[in-house]
T-cell receptor, first 114, second 115 residues
Framework: EAQVTQNPRYLITVTGKKLTVTCSQNMNHEYMSWYRQDPGLGLRQIYYSMNVEVTDKGDVPEGYKVSRKEKRNFPLILESPSPNQTSLYFCASSVTGVSTGELFFGEGSRLTVL | AQSVAQPEDQVNVAEGNPLTVKCTYS??????LFWYVQYPNRGLQFLLK??????LVKGSYGFEAEFNKSQTSFHLKKPSALVSDSALYFCAVRVPVYNTDKLIFGTGTRLQVFP
């Protein structure tokens, strides 16, 4: 089954404790992206990747890191989480980008930073 | 500035009645427009898109959307609502960035269909 898989789905952590949210897709998509969803703000892009070893900042990259060492994986790293990073995070992928193709989303990772 | 707006936080409609979820956009050049739906505790799912051609676009689950260039709108519609259509709906517009494109999402409209 074609899917984007995120882990963990739910996480409660404390300020400053490094964490990684994994994302994996099995569709051989070149493009992958991370979004955060906050009430009243919709979805905002954190980082995106056009292909392996190519990553770029989105609209809200501060406090986050990503890597794309393999085509299928695109982990989101919070080196020193802060409470303002409490949010619902989504990973998404598409064949080559967003111009004409649809994005496939994971089911989300709800992160709480205390 | 390039943006997309969903003026209604929530839309309530009775089952069997037609529904409309509104979206307006501001973008330079030809707009590429999308609708996504998010069911509770799930990721977003693609519903439909407008790239070019016929102004009325048909998508999944019986939804359609009408592109209106003069009003810069892309409203989502369905002739007869179902309780199962209750979800959060996002409009999105493509904007170019230096090496690719990205989607700008609206703030979402919660659709509540009552039996």
């Amino acid at each position: 089954e074609a899917q984007v898989t995120q882990n963990p789905r739910y996480l409660i952590t404390v300020t400053g404790k490094k964490l990684t949210v994994t994302c994996s897709q099995n569709m051989n998509h070149e493009y992958m992206s991370w979004y955060r969803q906050d009430p009243g703000l919709g979805l905002r892009q954190i980082y995106y990747s056009m292909n392996v070893e190519v990553t770029d900042k989105g609209d809200v990259p501060e406090g986050y890191k990503v890597s794309r060492k393999e085509k299928r994986n695109f982990p989101l790293i919070l080196e020193s989480p802060s409470p303002n990073q409490t949010s619902l995070y989504f990973c998404a992928s598409s064949v080559t980008g967003v111009s004409t193709g649809e994005l496939f989303f994971g089911e989300g990772s709800r992160l709480t930073v205390l | 500035a390039q943006s997309v707006a969903q003026p209604e936080d929530q839309v309530n409609v009775a089952e069997g009645n037609p529904l409309t979820v509104k979206c307006t956009y501001s973008v330079s050049g030809n707009p590429y427009l999308f609708w996504y739906v998010q069911y509770p505790n799930r990721g977003l799912q693609f519903l439909l898109k407008y790239i070019t051609g016929d102004n009325l676009v048909k998508g999944s689950y019986g939804f359609e959307a009408e592109f209106n260039k003069s009003q810069t709108s892309f409203h989502l519609k369905k002739p007869s609502a179902l309780v199962s259509d209750s979800a959060l709906y996002f409009c999105a517009v493509r904007v170019p960035v230096y090496n690719t494109d990205k989607l700008i999402f609206g703030t979402g409209t919660r659709l509540q269909v009552f039996p």
